[in-house]
């Protein structure tokens, strides 16, 4: 639990003209369990843009596992007391390990084992939301809290899910990875449909992050981004970072660089 920070606005001075004194409340955080839900259709299996320094081509898959092992050892070393499981998404959502864990080893074992070799058409979340509930009732009486972070790459299938507004017990990311718009494909409504189940059962502020550059490193900056505690994020429309590196000229108004982050606005 974050201590409380004391008294602030009081003067050094015992002059009557001193400010008033205020107090600052303290503000507490629970420790994280972290349910990863990795997308698992065909569509994980696209190539990114640029492949790795051997020439080996980068897939989808490949790049989530990097990011998720990125997010995993940064979180710890924020917070060792973080713990991390893995589920898969095909039509439906399933877990890949049971308990929730903070070894880095152990999560490394769990992600070589995903592989994306069918494609699965719709896919339906009411059970990823059925599993988070579940686990988040449990993660409450360690006197935690429960995120999913969903990963999903389908470019033309909104996914859809049945579950009660009036539930909410735990905090949704979404990382929505997708091709261009074109006749086969419409990745603004499948967007919408992610924001809309964001919002629908997201308990605290939720992410939602997307990409269609096919790049690593936009989705290794995305995950940085969601090391953000629920608890003591800002919403999401106030995120103003990552910056651009670009040195503005002192008369001339530079440029945002190819690397930057364009954040969709729920």
């Not at 059970?127 to 686990?135: M, P, S, T």
């Not at 997201?202 to 090391?227: A, H, K, N, P, T």
Request: hydrophobic share 40%; glycine share 4%; aromatic share 8%.
């Amino acid at each position: 639990m974050m201590k409380e920070e004391g008294k602030e606005g009081e003067s050094c001075s015992s002059s009557s003209s001193s400010p008033s004194l205020y107090t600052l409340k303290p503000i507490g955080f629970c420790n994280e369990d972290i349910l990863f839900c990795i997308d698992v259709d065909l569509e994980s299996q696209i190539e990114m843009k640029i492949p790795n320094p051997n020439g080996r081509a980068v897939t989808r898959m490949d790049a989530i596992k990097q990011a998720i092992l990125l997010f995993i050892n940064a979180k710890l070393a924020i917070n060792p007391d973080h713990r991390f499981g893995f589920a898969a998404l095909g039509q439906y959502a399933s877990m890949h390990r049971r308990d929730f864990s903070n070894n880095v080893e152990s999560a490394f074992s769990v992600l070589k084992a995903f592989t994306a070799s069918a494609s699965f058409g719709q896919a339906d979340l009411t059970q990823l939301f059925r599993i988070a509930a579940h686990e988040a009732k449990k993660s409450r009486a360690q006197n935690r809290i429960l995120r999913v972070i969903l990963i999903y790459c389908r470019s033309s299938l909104r996914p859809h899910y049945q579950w009660s507004a009036n539930q909410k017990l735990f905090t949704l990311d979404v990382i929505y990875l997708h091709d261009k718009p074109s006749p086969e494909n419409c990745p603004q409504k499948v967007y919408d449909a992610l924001v809309d189940a964001l919002e629908h059962v997201s308990e605290e502020e939720g992410y939602i992050l997307e990409s269609g550059q096919g790049l690593s490193r936009v989705l290794f900056r995305q995950m940085c981004l969601l090391l953000a505690h629920p608890q003591q994020r800002c919403v999401q429309e106030d995120i103003d970072f990552p910056k651009s590196l670009i040195k503005k000229a002192p008369t001339i108004d530079s440029t945002l660089s190819e690397d930057s982050v364009s954040i969709i606005s729920q």
